[in-house]
């Protein structure tokens, strides 16, 4: 038997649902990139013995679609409610294959990342963000075969990078909102943000290679039902 209580929760519960909806789209690039670059791991025989294949960068994952991979999706202004908690999720970026694993991630202010070395070499963990904000740029030596290193950041930040100082081809990239209304579009294009509240928003959908230090694209949508948003971005 359900008390009062319980039951005002699962009435509180469907309440917020109601009020609240996810926001898919896809993202298609518009325009013809350059080729990408085959990276030379000759530097490092550990890391050249890891692939069979020759490996490239990643400025611009496309599929014959033109949908566009790595593109960060994010509620840029709108949100009235300021304070959401922090998540006690603690998600990844591993190096793998002398690569960070994945390129692009998002996550929120002061949630803790995990980074892990699972190659057979020394890599050291650099991130940089902006200078002069809260957010400490790190330098962290991460031999094969140690530990996991955990970091957060401070503030919001379009997208802080990662680099290793020993392998000069390892980028990856880290978006950090104060809110959880965020995606990265997958090797197709597409993307989720779930659970917007009701109202009117900026999305905004940044790709690095393309904006870089500049704003993404956006969008203004009104949020009462689940609502489909696509972008386009477009090479200059």
């Known amino acids: 038997m359900k008390t009062p209580y319980l039951g005002i929760l699962a009435v509180a519960a469907s309440l917020q649902l109601a009020r609240s909806a996810d926001i898919t789209g896809k993202v298609v690039l ?18 050249a013995a890891l692939h069979s294949q020759p490996v490239t960068t990643r400025h611009y994952v496309v599929n014959k679609d033109g949908g566009l991979a790595n593109v960060l999706v994010f ?33 929120m202010v002061n949630q ?19 200078p002069g904000t809260a957010n400490k740029e790190f330098n962290s030596a991460q031999p094969a075969g140690t530990g996991v290193l955990e970091r957060s ?21 880290v978006g950090v909102f104060d809110h959880p209304f965020f995606a ?33 694209v956006t969008q203004e949508i009104a949020v009462d039902g689940s609502k489909k948003l696509d972008f386009v971005i477009e090479l200059k």
């Open 30 to 47: 518009k325009g013809t990139p350059k080729p990408e670059l085959t990276i030379d791991m000759a530097s490092d025989a550990k890391c």
């Open 75 to 107: 509620v840029k202004s709108g949100l009235t409610e300021k304070n959401f908690p922090t998540p006690s999720e603690t998600p990844l970026i591993d190096q793998v294959g002398c690569e960070y694993t994945p390129y692009v991630m998002g996550v």
């Open 112 to 130: 803790k990342i995990k980074i892990k070395n699972s190659d057979p070499t020394l890599h050291n963990v650099h991130a940089m963000p902006k």
């Open 153 to 173: 950041f401070a503030i919001p930040e379009v997208a802080i990078q990662f680099k290793c100082d020993v392998h000069p081809w390892m980028f990856a990239y």
């Open 184 to 216: 990265v579009t997958d090797n197709e294009g597409n993307f989720k943000i779930s659970g917007v509240p009701n109202g009117k928003y900026t999305i905004e959908a940044y790709h690095r290679k393309t904006h870089g230090t500049n704003p993404g």
